[in-house]
């Protein structure tokens, strides 16, 4: 997450806090558009950073094993 600009920052601590108790987003379209609409940028920049997110996600969950 280190290389990211202040904007996909952004959305990828939006994303994280969309996560359910067992590490899904809940409805995507809806958590996309919601964040799109609340940092006032456009669908593929959530789009964009979602697979970055993940990523993190799972580094995060092998490092706790």
Known sequence: LEDLNEEDKKIAEKLFENIDSRGYLRDWTAVRDQIAEQLQVKKFAVERVLPVEEAAII?????RK
């Open 59 to 63: 580094c995060s969950i092998r490092a």
